[in-house]
């Protein structure tokens, strides 16, 4: 059974850092394309970033320079370093495997941007 367990939420003022971590159990975790996710309450999930499984990474423009994804294959872990926060990226964040096997959700963390 694949679970992913996201951590780090919480809150922090505009201009702040936060780091959240996403640790995976039942999974090849060296063969999962790992994304972050975000949702705010009456809107659709938002894709974040995604790091391939050879290292490549991907960012929507709304966090470019300001949020950096990573992976540590030996740890099973995916992260999402965000800086310069802004109150626009207060949202529940969400991680996603997806493998030849299928896709997995965490339950999420809450991160809020506010003064």
């Known amino acids: 059974q694949v679970q992913l367990v996201e951590s780090g939420g919480g809150l922090v003022q505009p201009g702040g850092s936060l780091k959240l971590s996403c640790t995976a159990s039942?999974?090849?975790?060296?063969?999962?394309?790992m994304e972050w996710w975000r949702q705010t309450p009456g809107r659709e999930r938002e894709w974040v970033a995604v790091v391939t499984t050879g290292g490549g990474t991907t960012y929507t423009d709304s966090v470019k320079g300001r949020f950096t994804i990573s992976r540590d294959n030996t740890k099973n872990a995916a992260y999402l370093n965000m800086g310069n926060l802004k109150p626009e990226d207060t949202a529940v964040y969400y991680c996603?495997?997806?493998?030849?096997?299928?896709?997995?959700w965490g339950q999420g963390t809450q991160v809020t941007v506010s003064s």
């Open positions: 996603r495997s997806t493998t030849i096997r299928g896709e997995n």
């Open positions: 039942g999974i090849i975790f060296h063969v999962a394309t």
